[in-house]
């Protein structure tokens, strides 16, 4: 056997006993993909980019490949000599080449709770394809769906690395949970939704993989080098699912918006642009669950370790982030009231913080588009409490302003505010498969340029 049926950069083929146990795993992930991969398009050739090695400038590699025959690999950033653990109670120490024996527990938990979201969303998007408002659409997904599958591989090799016996174990479990399933659920809420249509799906890439941008940029800084390099390298992926979703959404607005200048929204085929902002508010509030709650012991275990930091940890001047503490909006009975709780503790809210800045952004840049347009009408991102599963927030109902509201009210109201029947119908009926070069669905504007320098009709699938 030779690194060649495992493309690396971590010298496997040093490893026999590693790469022998990987290329264990190799046949059951195939099956997995097989199984649960993309529907029906296992065969066509797709114009796919293929991580190669870590250098910045030629890092990747496109070229039309079958999917089953994708070189899904093991990639870390290269080391960085004397790097040293950046935050926590081990600040300033050395950074860990192995698992400490003691956050062994904590650190095999926050791994393969990252791992199972890969393969999830790849078991969440599997029949989008019989529905792909163009080629270019339909590359993309396939994109992100190797992508992931990859993303699980670089979990898979750290679980079997670093954790030995249970390590392969949960690296097989992996491969069986399964999304959506009664009996073996997926671990995330958000990660077990359904993803029925392309809507679903550019809200999924934009506010669900942007959850996994910042959980990846948190560990990134994690003292235990393997996983921050690991995720490191994860990151250049992921910007091109969260790309595919930011703007995917906005084609969608641009779409509406130029249809609504025209006539009816609907009898042109279109999605309404109230349509679009229950899915927003729906996709958005599913994917701020998935930071976990607002007052966390975990969070500061985590932290504390030396195992999950904040986003870009270095913007910060105290990374021991002791004796400081955040001020939180705390129900208390039907009222909210400030209450001041240890930093550390908030921590998967500050790392929340940030991300509903970034979703923000997006949204005034779709409201941009509706502005050239000549159209008043805004998008908007609910509240942070709205329609929350998870945290302090979730025992109570709330208002898309984030006002608590009773439970009539709530039902007065919740198919004004999350997708409701007639929404799903709507969508799901201008969702027509467009399979022709340079053609797109009626319900979408074409992108404003091409994947790696090729233009919007190049032939980016060829089906079998
Ligand atoms: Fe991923
Ligand atoms: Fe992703």
């Not at 339909?138 to 994109?143: A, I, K």
Request: charged residues 25%; proline residues 5%.
């Amino acid at each position: 056997m030779d690194d060649s049926k495992i493309p690396n950069n971590v010298n496997l083929s040093s490893d026999k006993r590693l790469q022998r146990a990987l290329e264990q795993w190799l046949p059951n992930y195939l099956h997995w993909w097989q199984e649960m991969g993309p529907d029906s398009w296992q065969g066509s050739d797709v114009y796919l980019r293929t991580a190669i090695s870590v250098e910045a400038d030629g890092w990747a590699h496109f070229d039309y490949v079958r999917m089953p025959e994708y070189r899904w690999g093991i990639f870390l950033t290269p080391p960085e000599t004397g790097r040293t653990i950046g935050f926590g109670d081990h600040a300033g120490q050395p950074a860990w080449q192995e698992v400490p024996g003691e956050f062994r527990n904590m650190l095999r938990r926050i791994i393969v709770t990252q791992a199972d979201t890969e393969p999830a969303s790849v078991e969440q998007q599997r029949l989008l394809g019989a529905k792909a408002p163009s080629l270019y659409d339909l590359r993309n997904l396939f994109q992100v769906n190797v992508e992931e599958g990859r993303h699980l591989w670089a979990m898979v090799y750290l679980l079997h690395s670093h954790f030995g016996k249970d390590g392969r174990e949960e690296a097989e479990a992996l491969l069986e949970r399964r999304s959506g399933d009664r009996d073996k659920p997926r671990i995330l809420g958000a990660f077990n939704q359904p993803i029925e249509n392309w809507l679903d799906f550019f809200m999924f890439t934009m506010f669900t993989d942007r959850d996994g941008k910042y959980q990846l940029f948190a560990l990134s800084e994690s003292g235990f080098d393997p996983l921050s390099r690991t995720c490191k390298f994860m990151i250049t992926e992921e910007a091109h699912h969260m790309f595919v979703g930011e703007t995917g959404v906005d084609r969608v607005v641009q779409r509406t918006a130029d249809l609504m200048t025209k006539g009816d929204v609907v009898q042109q085929g279109g999605i309404p642009l109230e349509v679009i902002q229950r899915y927003i508010n729906l996709w958005f509030s599913l994917s701020e669950d998935l930071f976990g709650g607002e007052i966390s012991s975990n969070a500061a275990d985590f932290f504390a370790a030396g195992l999950k930091g904040r986003y870009k940890e270095a913007q910060y001047q105290d990374h021991r982030a002791l004796d400081v503490s955040y001020t939180m909006q705390v129900p208390d009975g039907s009222q909210l009231i400030d209450k001041q709780v240890p930093l550390r503790t908030a921590m998967n809210e500050v790392l929340r913080d940030g991300y509903v800045e970034d979703c923000q952004r997006a949204i005034d840049k779709w409201n941009r588009s509706l502005e050239r347009a000549g159209l008043d009408e805004q998008l908007r991102l609910p509240h942070r409490r709205f329609h929350r599963q998870q945290g302090i927030y979730a025992n109570q109902l709330f208002d898309v302003e984030g006002r608590p509201i009773d439970e009539a009210t709530w039902r007065a109201h919740v198919d004004e505010w999350l997708p409701n029947a007639a929404d799903r119908a709507c969508v799901e009926s201008v969702m027509h498969p467009v399979y022709e070069r340079g053609k797109i669905a009626n319900w979408v504007a074409p992108p404003a340029k091409g994947i790696n320098g090729q233009p919007f009709d190049f032939e980016y699938v060829r089906r079998s």
